[in-house]
């Protein structure tokens, strides 16, 4: 089976400009969240969707928001980039809304986002 | 808070153990993971504890949890050169959608 898969891999925008990143679950994952890592740092959350719905947000401002599809995969879009959105956006899915049943997600292996 | 706080470097030699150390502030955490980050690559779930066990092994793996002192922290035994990475310790709470995530400690293995 395919594990959570991310595209594209690599990525470098200018400020300004407006970037979406992809991800799709593990067949069968219904819940997919996004979490960005800044370099040297670890994964900050961004936003939880289960079943199409936005489960949580963490704190992040308006220029990210996201959404997931009938299939379950899922786009991030960051607005207005800015130098600090530089980072590595990773996805995650599970079979499970709630992180606590979850025994940790599945994350993919990222997008390497550069913003010049 | 939300903080969870890691040593930055470890540094052993191959075959010996590694103790890797992590400090929460939420006494309201369920489950407490352990995840490797190899270069380039994303998160990979070594283990988990839930918050009411002091204790759990996984093979080479040991994680202790002093809900107390609320610190935790990860033995691997007999460490090998592949077990290099960083490693993350991560909480989550009662009846939340996230993961919280500490700053991650590099462990270099040297032979």
């Known amino acids: 089976d395919a594990g959570v898969t991310q595209s594209p891999t690599h990525l470098i925008k200018t400020r300004g400009q407006q970037v979406t990143l992809r991800c799709s679950p593990i067949?069968?994952?219904?819940?997919v969240s996004w979490y960005q890592q800044v370099l040297g740092q670890g994964p900050q959350f961004i936003f939880q969707y289960y079943e199409k719905e936005e489960r949580g947000r963490g704190n992040f401002p308006d220029r990210f928001s996201a959404r997931q599809f009938p299939n379950y995969s899922s786009e991030l879009n960051v607005n207005a980039l800015l130098l600090g959105d530089s980072a590595l956006y990773l996805c995650?899915?599970?079979?499970?809304?709630?992180?606590?049943?979850?025994?940790?997600?599945?994350f993919g292996s990222g997008t390497r986002l550069t913003v010049v | 808070g939300e903080d969870v706080e890691q040593s930055l470097f470890l540094s052993v030699r191959e075959g010996d153990s590694s103790v890797i150390n992590c400090t929460y502030t939420?006494?309201?955490?369920?489950?407490l993971y352990w995840y490797k980050q190899e270069p380039g690559a994303g998160l990979q779930l070594l283990t988990y504890?839930?918050?009411?066990?002091d204790m759990k092994q996984d093979q080479r793996l040991t994680v202790l949890l002093n809900k107390k002192d609320k610190h935790l922290s990860l033995r691997i035994a007999d460490t090998q050169t592949g077990d290099s990475a960083i490693y993350f310790c991560a909480e989550s709470r009662y009846n939340t959608d996230k993961l919280i995530f500490g700053t991650g400690t590099r462990l270099q293995v040297f032979p």
């Open positions: 939420d006494s309201s955490s369920t489950y």
């Open positions: 995650a899915s599970s079979s499970s809304s709630i992180a606590a049943v979850n025994y940790g997600y599945t």
């Open positions: 067949s069968g994952h219904k819940s």
């Open positions: 504890i839930f918050s009411n066990m």
